[in-house]
């Protein structure tokens, strides 16, 4: 069964920035999609990012585009969310997920494993 780890969440300033990691465990990530979503307290969890296999095509939310961007290197098995100029909006637990299609969308039932979440906070 593979899981998937995501790491570098934490405590970061209005305006500040972040990188977000994913890699799995248990086998690397299939040849498809992953995405990055996001739940705020009292929230229902909702879209952040997602990059196709091939790193070819992105899709952010309205809410983080110009702001954050995507990333992928599959030969170390990772992909990277890259969050900059960040509001106090964005503090959330941020979860991966592994897509079930090489391109993937803004829907959570588009993504089959997810991983366990990392809290960032922006606060000063």
């Known amino acids: 069964q593979v899981q998937l780890v995501e790491s570098g969440g934490g405590l970061v300033q209005p305006g500040g920035s972040l990188r977000l990691a994913c890699t799995t465990s248990?086998?690397?990530?299939?040849?498809?999609?992953v995405g990055w979503f996001r739940q705020a307290p009292g929230k229902g969890r909702e879209f952040v990012a997602t990059?196709?296999?091939?790193?070819?095509?992105?899709v952010f939310a309205g809410s983080v585009k110009g702001r954050f961007t995507i990333s992928r290197d599959n030969a170390k098995n990772m992909v990277y969310l890259h969050m900059n100029s960040l509001e106090p909006e964005d503090t959330a637990v941020y979860y991966c997920a592994e897509g079930r299609a090489a391109v993937g969308g803004p829907r959570a039932d588009e993504y089959k494993y997810w991983g366990q979440g990392t809290q960032v906070t922006v606060s000063s």
């Open positions: 248990g086998r690397a990530f299939k040849r498809v999609a």
């Open positions: 990059i196709s296999w091939s790193a070819s095509s992105t």
